[in-house]
Nanobody, 120 residues
Framework: QLQLVESGGGLVQPGGSLRLSCAASGFALDYYAVHWFRQAPGKEREGVSCITSSGGFTNYADSVKGRFTISRDNANKTVTLQMNSLKPEDTAVYSC?????????????WGQGTQVTVSS
């Protein structure tokens, strides 16, 4: 089965941190750019961050710049989203997706998502 699997979500208080991971099942993630999206109830999905297949380029939504960091491990098997200084408005289901580039077009694989809840 070809899929992406997210992990690391949970409940955290404002100002806290979480680390999300995205891993591929059934294929190699090495050749793909990996995106993180999030969707809160009643809102449309928004792009959070992306990292290229080489790990040499990253981008972030303005709302998370300076707080979130995306990275790939040395073996290119997983992609991590380190989320610091979390705010209640970060609450959403976070999903990773893989595609050829850090653009929204041509996304090939999606995960089911992991819930992040930021609340006191």
């Amino acid at each position: 089965q070809l899929q992406l699997v997210e992990s690391g979500g949970g409940l955290v208080q404002p100002g806290g941190s979480l680390r999300l991971s995205c891993a591929a099942s059934g294929f190699a993630l090495d050749y793909y750019a990996v995106h993180w999206f999030r969707q809160a109830p009643g809102k449309e999905r928004e792009g959070v961050s992306c990292i290229t297949s080489s790990g040499g380029f990253t981008n972030y939504a303005d709302s998370v710049k300076g707080r979130f960091t995306i990275s790939r491990d040395n073996a290119n098997k997983t992609v991590t989203l380190q989320m610091n200084s979390l705010k209640p408005e970060d609450t959403a289901v976070y999903s990773c997706a893989a595609g050829p580039y850090c653009v929204t077009q041509g996304l090939k694989y999606w995960g089911q998502g992991t819930q992040v809840t930021v609340s006191s």
